[in-house]
């Protein structure tokens, strides 16, 4: 074995060179795209008062959750902006919610197509342990070469590290549907499009929501990571306490992220129960129309025509 040696490490520098040199426009309008959607919605985050956007966050919360939740939210977002950490909180969010928006509308659409065909289950099952498994340093490599510093490369090895439970939540959730509900669905005439909207997708939120919840939770721990790279955030004060031995700079950083951690999870977790809509919240006596439900119920049989009547002894 002395002198053998798999020169995969050069099989990966060969194909990121020929990426880089064929495929570079591409890779510039994805940066571009990205770095428009954080730039968006860090602006929206970052420009009004830190009041507005507590109240709205409060708000939302308060609607999930309930008032409780809704105080809990107030102080927490309070302690961050005593903390002189509100800046950085709001670029660390919207690192997060980029990342995680992206990574869950990759990894929906895979896992349902995971879900209708064995053979791309099959196929999916070693990428995904792959993207599972590799340390995420190792992400970062390949993103600063493809889209250099700042948020961006933050954002591609966030999603990249994030979006796998999204895929095998979704397809376990759909899996997991009764088959007699869908056969039902079938019974009734109704298309493969229809059944998924209506019936499988329906019943596998939960399932999905908790794979939502956790492609946000990873997005969120990778802020340190992507602050490597030179994207803004909680994460740079991180490092800075790191390289400095500053303890109360790093727990002040560090308690954020985990404030905003819990409201994040709670606000996913709380979408994936049974929490009234908009709809019922102001029109509480309507019934959603439209519905496979419904046409089972208009086709059912009525009860008189069911059951003849049966003559009185009078």
Known sequence: MNGFRIPVGDWVTSIVDFITLHLGGFFDVISTVFGGLYDAVDFALSTPP????????????????????????????????????????????????????????????????????DTVSAVLKPILDFLQTMPVFVYLIPAIILFGIGAVPGIVAS??????PGVRFTELGIRGVDKEVIEAGHAFGSSPGRILLQIQLPLARPTIMAGINQVIMLSLSMVVIASMVGADGLGKDIIQALSRIDVGLGAEAGLSVVILAIILDRLTASLGGSRPSL????????????????????????????????????
Do not use: C, Y
């Open 159 to 164: 999603i990249a590290f994030a979006m796998a």
């Open 50 to 117: 830190f009041w507005v956007i507590l109240l709205i966050i409060v708000a939302i919360s308060v609607f999930a959750k309930g008032w409780r939740f809704g105080i809990a939210v107030a102080v927490g977002l309070g302690l961050i902006a005593g903390l002189n950490q509100w800046g950085n909180a709001m670029d660390t969010l919207a690192l997060t919610l980029v990342a995680a928006f992206v990574a869950v509308v990759i990894s929906i659409p895979i896992g349902i197509w995971a879900a209708r065909s």
């Open 279 to 314: 709809r019922r919240l102001f029109f509480p006596n309507r019934a959603p129309k439209n519905s496979i439900v419904d046409e089972s119920i208009e086709h059912a049989p009525r009860s008189s025509e069911a059951t003849p009547a049966v003559p009185s002894a009078a």
